[in-house]
């Protein structure tokens, strides 16, 4: 079993920068893999970034590839989501899950994360 605490959220001007982190707890497998997804309000919940535990491997949805990065602090079991040069669009509640059943690169598929933390919300204003 796989708890995850996801915090950070906040309201920012465009352009500013936001950093989300997601607190893991429990039994901690090499293998696992943890992403961000992201609802915004009346639109389907979507994949955001990856990152596979064991090998530090990133993987970015194209509309925040070069603005957001994924890392993993294993001292801390933490996953962090740095958010930079945040537009409207970005306004949505962030969740993280995790799975060991995929790999990070197939991550963006949230039928197959196995655990979900509380969303945070982030609400970037134009």
């Known amino acids: 079993e796989v708890q995850l605490q996801a915090s950070g959220g906040g309201l920012v001007q465009a352009g500013w920068s936001l950093r989300l982190s997601c607190s893991i707890s429990g039994f901690i497998s090499d293998d696992l893999a943890i992403g961000w997804f992201r609802q915004a309000p009346g639109k389907e919940r979507e994949w955001v970034s990856c990152?596979?535990?064991?090998?530090?491997?990133?993987y970015y949805t194209g509309s925040v590839k070069g603005r957001f990065t994924i890392s993993y602090d294993n001292a801390k079991t933490t996953v962090y989501l740095q958010m930079n040069s945040l537009k409207s669009e970005d306004t949505a509640v962030y969740y993280c899950?995790?799975?060991?059943?995929?790999?990070?690169?197939?991550?963006?598929?949230?039928?197959?994360?196995?655990?979900w933390g509380k969303g945070t919300l982030v609400t970037v204003s134009s």
């Open positions: 990152i596979g535990k064991s090998d530090g491997s990133t």
């Open positions: 899950a995790a799975t060991t059943f995929l790999p990070a690169r197939l991550c963006y598929d949230y039928n197959g994360m196995d655990y």
